[in-house]
Structures are given as C-alpha cells and as structure tokens.
C-alpha cells in the first residue's frame, strides 16, 4: 500500500496532487459509487481506512456510527472536486503525520473536517494552476483558426460567396 502511496509524492514528502489528479474519473469515488454495490464497497473501504487511521491518535473522540457518518459524508461531497480513494489515503497518512497539525485535544468530526478541507483546498490550487497553465499553452499556440483552414468562415458566411470574393481580390491584386 505504501509502495502505491509513493507514486503520488513529491521527492520532499508532499503530495503530488498533479498526479492525483491525473487518475481516470472513472476510477475515483463518484464512478466507484454509481457501480452496483460501489456505495457500500466504498463506505467500508474508507471506514476501515479511518478507523486504522483513528487507533493511532490518543484522543479520537469517535464511535462507529460517526465513522460511518464520516465515510457517507466524504463520498456525498466527492463530486464537488472528483475525490479519488488515494486522496483519501494521502491525507489521512499526512495528518497521522502531523501535517494538519496536531490533535492534541482530541479528534472528532469537526476537526477532522476542518483539516480534510485544508487537503481539498491544496488540491484545488492545483487543478487551477494546471488549468491556467494549459490555457497559456493553448493561448500561445496562436490563431486557432490556423489549425483548420487557411480562410477561416464564420457560421454566418456562405462558402459560395466568399470563394468568389477571394477570386476578384486575388484577380485585382494580380492585375497592379
């Protein structure tokens, strides 16, 4: 499970969410759920992931029935950002790790939300800094009207018109 886990850190440690999120949407939670059964599959999967998770800290404040609340409430807000299970896994790992501070006082439901949506919004930096960084490569490319014909039409104009348009300027122009 580690050896997986590594595929998506950086060499300092970090969490390389350009990588989580290059996992195929229909390998992350949202397509996971709509399987037959995938609800359920899913609910245990990350309630065993919490409750592995919960046993190292001292003060976990939570019983069964909140874990399972907790698991159901990660997969209801999965769709806002397409949550993949190894996000999951990341973050759990890297608050054992103190990575989200430490939980001295004890974890419930607030708190390990408050910290799961510091995670999110790390991951959600990303996803827009790789947008923005597509729609620069996209924007430098040029025209891109270059790519499919060298006399861009508009819906509105007729082919017929325009040919015979070209063919007087290119006629008039060798005519000079």
Do not use: C
Request: charged letters at 30%; glycine letters at 4%; aromatic letters at 10%.
């Amino acid at each position: 499970m580690l050896a997986v886990l590594s595929l998506f850190r950086q060499p300092d440690g970090s969490v390389d969410h350009s990588k989580t999120l290059s996992i195929p949407f229909d390998q992350r939670i949202p397509a996971l759920v709509a399987k037959p059964n995938g609800r359920n599959i899913v609910s245990v999967a990350i309630s065993s992931m919490l409750v592995s998770s919960f046993q190292h800290i001292k003060n976990a404040k939570l019983d069964a029935d909140q874990i399972i609340e907790m698991a159901e409430m990660i997969i209801d807000s999965s769709h806002e950002d397409k949550l993949s299970v190894e996000d999951i896994m990341l973050f759990l790992k890297d608050m054992l790790m103190g990575r989200y501070g430490k939980f001295s006082n004890g974890m419930d439901m607030p708190a390990f939300f408050e910290a799961f949506e510091e995670y999110r919004n790390e991951r959600y930096k990303t996803a827009k800094r790789i947008e923005w960084e597509e729609h620069l490569t996209f924007k430098s490319l040029g025209d891109s009207n270059r790519a499919f014909d060298e006399l861009p039409l508009k819906r509105e104009d007729d082919p017929q018109s325009m040919m015979g348009m070209m063919q007087t300027y290119y006629e008039s122009k060798g005519d000079e």
